[in-house]
């Protein structure tokens, strides 16, 4: 079955960069490469999305290499509100699957 | 409304009772799908529909499960004869074009079903 793969949890620090990889073995060439944030009791929301090399919003940055196969999310300074679950959707049936659950700590 | 609309926000149910849960998307998206979260879990995908049909039925656990969308707007997930393993948060979520996840999917707060 067609999916991503991510850390199952990260640990971080008020005020540190967090980089966070997926792989997308199987991605397709039309596909583009999401991710999402959930909080504990909400749906997950949009973060940000790309399909190569950098994208960056107000609230993280997107490195994509060129084949494409992975993908980084970098979420700079994080604070304790960004203690979440990330997760990076296989396009495929959109499987979600466990995420990457972020603590970050004082 | 602004976003998706999912009703009842909780659900307390029997063992062997059927149950249905309601998504209301964003008007015009035409894409709407479910998924179930157990506690402490990922998101499993359970169906999706383009307008009223659904392509892919895939990922519903058994026959007791079942969903249907009217007028490519609201969409209802069925649980028959539900069971403790069906306890969980069952989210929708919509988007503007086709599935495959190229936009951006906006979910619903969730149904909460716990099967005593």
């Known amino acids: 079955l067609a999916k991503t793969t991510q850390p199952i949890s990260m640990d971080s620090y008020e005020g540190q960069e967090v980089n966070i990889t997926c792989s997308h073995n199987?991605?397709?060439?039309?596909?583009?490469i999401t991710w999402y944030q959930q909080f504990p009791s909400q749906g997950p929301r949009f973060i940000i999305q790309?399909?190569?090399t950098k994208v960056t919003n107000e609230v993280a940055s997107l490195f994509i290499p060129a084949d494409r196969k992975s993908s980084t999310l970098s979420l700079p300074r994080v604070s304790l509100s960004d203690t979440a679950v990330y997760y990076c959707?296989?396009?495929?049936?959109?499987?979600f699957g466990t995420g990457t659950r972020l603590q970050v700590f004082p | 409304g602004a976003g998706v609309s999912q009703s009842p926000s909780n659900k307390v149910t029997e063992k062997g009772k059927d149950v249905e849960l309601r998504c209301d998307p964003i008007?015009?998206?035409?894409?709407l799908y479910w998924y179930r979260q157990s506690l402490g879990q990922g998101l499993e995908f359970l169906i999706y529909?383009?307008?009223?049909?659904?392509?892919?039925k895939s990922g519903l656990p058994s026959d007791r499960f079942s969903a249907e969308r009217t007028g490519g707007s609201v969409s209802t997930l069925t649980i028959q004869r539900t069971q403790q393993e069906d306890s969980a948060v069952y989210l929708c979520?919509?988007?503007?074009?086709?599935?495959?996840?190229?936009?951006?999917?906006?979910f619903g707060e969730g149904s909460r079903l716990t099967v005593l």
């Open positions: 979520a919509s988007s503007l074009g086709a599935g495959g996840g190229n936009g951006e999917l906006f």
């Open positions: 199987n991605i397709a060439t039309n596909d583009y």
């Open positions: 790309g399909y190569k």
């Open positions: 959707p296989h396009t495929d049936k959109l499987i």
């Open positions: 008007s015009g998206h035409t894409a």
């Open positions: 529909f383009q307008g009223n049909s659904a392509p892919d």
